[in-house]
């Protein structure tokens, strides 16, 4: 394979155990840099790798993800706007002073007394054991994972809309129910099952996937599926309102829109049962449908629930204004940003805005650090959000 594909290739594995070379193990930062771990490639963890100073820092990042994903576009990817290789970016790219450097692993559990973080390899499924890395500072932005609510059948039979391997599944799992549904003696009853997408959530991600499914179904679908189209159909089902981070108005031409769609619906409810075939609602009504895409919010991940540090209502790390993490931090060396984390009586909101901010503020906040200069709390504005909700209209 050419070497100029390696740095394109990218692969998210399921987290597992790890296999570590000594050299791995016993990492030493050199000519009198500070070691900065940095645990996460998401929106956060990677801002601070792309903008720390590297002449001041020896950088490790731990991450089961070797790539960076640009999660405003996912959905895109799910029907085929966007290919999967257009919205992701490989960490290494980043550029590390040696290839050991990133681990391609997940974090544990944390030492705060001994500034140790204990990683497991993502890759090799037949090793239990675990091994250490050592820091000087450590950033955690692990982000977080879907929240579930409990609700029975989810994880075996929902979809998630969080990675690229979700979106792929998605976009797999629609082109084979619009392919058996054309399938000769398939019954109508069986047709209108497979091609019944429901969404569960109504937060921007759930709405731009069913205004990606719409375009879909009118440019695509009528083209090459004319006689299914009508059969097409797509529910949203949030208990709440829609889209809560907007502005009424706004989300009052949403649902407007929304509601003008012959083949879209909202269904104020909630969704307390997930089975292979159909959704149960709350009043034990069973809807039949081919794919159920969950997105209902966030819920800290185990890594995150296991540290020792302060923690908000939302299980989140809570961090003072200057994103140092309170708690169990004895040296005053761990920071955390992005969806894990939080900043006590300035609570920031879930989006790839505030996590990339933040990221930037606390590379050069690092920086400063190492130089002497004063370090100034964090404070973040808002610049605006935008949700996509199809016929090429946003808000």
């Known amino acids: 394979?050419?070497?100029?594909?390696?740095?394109?290739?990218?692969?998210?594995?399921?987290?597992?155990?790890?296999?570590?070379?000594?050299?791995?193990?016993?990492?030493?930062?050199?000519?009198?840099?500070?070691?900065?771990?940095?645990?996460?490639?998401?929106?956060?963890?990677?801002?601070?790798?792309?903008?720390?100073?590297?002449?001041?820092?020896?950088?490790?990042v731990i991450s089961p993800r070797n790539h960076f994903l640009f999660t405003?576009?996912?959905?895109?990817?799910?029907?085929?706007?966007?290919?999967?290789?257009?919205?992701?970016?490989?960490?290494?790219?980043?550029?590390?002073?040696?290839?050991k450097h990133f681990h391609l692993a997940e974090a544990t559990g944390i030492d705060a007394h001994r500034s140790i973080v204990k990683c497991r390899n993502a890759l090799d499924a037949n090793n239990i054991r675990e091994y250490e890395v050592k820091y000087d500072k450590l950033i955690v932005a692990c982000g977080s994972i879907p929240n579930t609510f409990g609700t029975p059948g989810v994880y075996e039979h929902a979809f998630f809309l969080k990675e690229i391997a979700d979106a792929r599944a998605i976009r797999n799992r629609i082109l084979r129910n619009f392919e058996i549904s054309?399938?000769?003696?398939?019954?109508?009853?069986?047709?209108?099952?497979?091609?019944?997408?429901?969404?569960?959530?109504?937060?921007?991600?759930?709405?731009?996937?069913?205004?990606?499914?719409?375009?879909?179904?009118?440019?695509?679908?009528?083209?090459?599926?004319?006689?299914?189209?009508?059969?097409?159909?797509?529910?949203?089902?949030?208990?709440?309102?829609?889209?809560?981070?907007?502005d009424h108005t706004l989300q009052s031409y949403a649902v407007q829109k929304i509601?003008?769609?012959?083949?879209?619906?909202?269904?104020?409810?909630?969704?307390?049962?997930?089975?292979?075939?159909?959704?149960?609602?709350?009043?034990?009504?069973?809807?039949?449908?081919?794919?159920?895409?969950?997105?209902t919010g966030l819920a800290p991940r185990e890594f995150t629930n296991n540290t020792r540090f302060e923690k908000n209502g939302r299980g989140q790390i809570v961090t003072d204004d200057k994103l140092v993490c309170l708690g169990e931090n004895p040296c005053k060396n761990i920071y955390a940003l992005g969806d894990c984390a939080d900043v006590k009586h300035n609570s920031l909101p879930c989006t790839a805005q505030a996590a990339?901010?933040?990221?930037?503020?606390?590379?050069?906040?690092?920086?400063?650090?190492v130089r002497g200069k004063p370090t100034l709390p964090f404070k973040f504005q808002d610049l605006g959000m935008l949700a996509y909700i199809g016929e090429y209209r946003a808000l």
């Open 259 to 295: 509601s003008e769609r012959r083949q879209m619906e909202l269904c104020h409810d909630k969704v307390i049962r997930v089975d292979a075939n159909s959704v149960t609602m709350s009043d034990g009504t069973v809807v039949p449908c081919g794919l159920v895409v969950w997105s």
């Open 182 to 246: 054309v399938r000769p003696g398939i019954s109508e009853v069986e047709q209108k099952r497979l091609l019944h997408i429901v969404i569960v959530g109504g937060g921007p991600t759930g709405i731009e996937f069913g205004a990606e499914l719409y375009d879909f179904v009118q440019e695509d679908v009528r083209r090459l599926f004319r006689s299914e189209t009508d059969h097409v159909r797509v529910t949203i089902v949030e208990a709440m309102k829609i889209l809560p981070s907007f």
């Open 72 to 99: 405003p576009l996912l959905a895109s990817t799910t029907v085929g706007t966007l290919e999967f290789r257009s919205i992701i970016e490989p960490v290494r790219n980043a550029g590390f002073r040696d290839e």
């Open 1 to 60: 394979m050419a070497l100029s594909k390696l740095g394109r290739m990218t692969l998210h594995v399921p987290i597992q155990n790890r296999l570590v070379t000594d050299s791995a193990t016993n990492f030493a930062p050199g000519q009198g840099r500070k070691h900065l771990v940095i645990i996460g490639t998401g929106w956060g963890g990677y801002s601070v790798l792309r903008n720390v100073d590297k002449k001041l820092f020896d950088v490790t």
């Open 356 to 369: 990339e901010r933040a990221g930037r503020y606390l590379a050069r906040a690092l920086s400063d650090q």
